[in-house]
């Protein structure tokens, strides 16, 4: 993956595998994420009570991703899963942050 994330342009950084993967919510991701998970407001507020779902997380960063991914869907769902929840939120609240705010 080339370059950094861009955070004026809503990007975010997220570390799989080994590699620094940037994540922008741009209007095509977001609106694939919303064909798999449904109304990201939803999910919004999923997040924010706690709820959102392992597959949901992995389904809105996939979609988000800057660039081709260099591994299959499921081998990133099962690296982001491996890398801990904990290391996937701040790349979360990038993204959570321009679908309620926008840039």
Do not use: Y
Request: proline share 4%.
């Amino acid at each position: 993956m080339s370059g950094a994330a861009n955070a004026a342009r809503g990007e975010a950084s997220l570390r799989v595998r080994g590699e620094t993967l940037v994540l922008r919510p741009s209007f095509a991701a977001l609106v694939a994420a919303e064909r798999e998970v449904g109304s990201l407001f939803a999910l919004v507020e999923r997040a924010a009570a706690g709820r959102l779902t392992l597959a949901e997380l992995v389904a809105l960063l996939w979609h988000c991703l800057r660039d081709p991914a260099p591994m299959s869907r499921e081998e990133f769902a099962e690296s982001v899963t491996a890398g801990g929840i904990a290391a996937a939120t701040p790349a979360l609240k990038m993204l959570i942050a321009q679908i309620l705010g926008g840039r």
